[in-house]
């Protein structure tokens, strides 16, 4: 059963323009959200994330927002550059008594075309 | 300069052989992370431990064991048993008590 959920494989983009990637969760337990960016034959890199008390998070080009009650999540980047392309992977952690285990989406493929 | 060294990049082996994957961290983590990424899969938990000398079965840990000796070191190792290897390995770490991973640039295996 998958926790967290990246509906949309890939996203392709107009450079300049907003992308964003979203992400659905099922378990109510997690209060801790991030969102890693990853290069093909390179480790995941950390971008951005939220905790469950606040619904908007944002730094320079990239803002995360949390809809608690809808169990979802989404990254936006404005604007979209040609470097952004890449695989963005949504996690999910139950950070407050829980196990330091992350739950990672399957990712979604950002191109993003200059 | 702390990190997540994971050693070598790439590795080819015959089937049916065992290998090894080297995970070191500098970063005096408690918890490290073994993870397989496999094309449209997404990052799948393969074993984790959160302290020396423990470590728990993540969500695929047939055919694969580890060992946790040191607090630096979380080695993986692919055995014969593991009936698709070929595949991008992914090591992480995290404090105790903060959130997030720091990853490894990974190590892609193929077996051939």
């Known amino acids: 059963d998958q926790q967290v959920k990246q509906n949309s494989p890939s996203l392709s983009v107009q450079e300049g323009r907003i992308s964003i990637l979203n992400c659905d969760y099922t378990?109510?337990?997690?209060?801790?959200f991030l969102w890693y960016k990853k290069y093909p034959a390179e480790g995941p890199t950390f971008l951005i994330s939220?905790?469950?008390?606040?619904d908007k998070n944002e730094d320079g080009r990239f803002t995360v927002f949390l809809n608690k009650s809808a169990k979802h999540l989404s990254l936006h980047i404005v604007p979209s550059q040609p470097g952004d392309s890449a695989v963005y992977f949504c996690?999910?952690?139950?950070?407050?008594?829980?196990?330091?285990?992350?739950?990672f989406g399957k990712g979604t493929k950002l191109t993003v075309n200059p | 300069d702390g990190g997540i060294t994971q050693s070598p990049k790439y590795l080819f082996r015959k089937e049916g052989q065992n290998v090894t994957l080297s995970c070191e961290q500098n970063l005096n983590h408690d918890a490290m992370y073994w993870y397989r990424q496999d094309p449209g899969q997404g990052l799948r938990l393969i074993y984790y431990s959160q302290i020396v000398n423990d470590f728990q079965k993540g969500d695929i840990a047939e055919g694969y064991s580890v060992s946790r000796e040191k607090k630096e070191s979380f080695p993986l190792t692919v055995t014969s048993a593991q009936k698709n290897p070929t595949a991008f390995y992914l090591c992480?770490?995290?404090?105790?008590?903060?959130?997030?991973?720091?990853f490894g640039s990974g190590t892609r295996l193929t077996v051939v």
């Open positions: 992480a770490s995290t404090a105790r008590l903060s959130y997030g991973y720091t």
């Open positions: 939220i905790s469950s008390i606040k």
């Open positions: 996690a999910a952690e139950r950070a407050q008594g829980g196990s330091e285990k992350l739950v």
């Open positions: 378990n109510s337990m997690f209060d801790y």
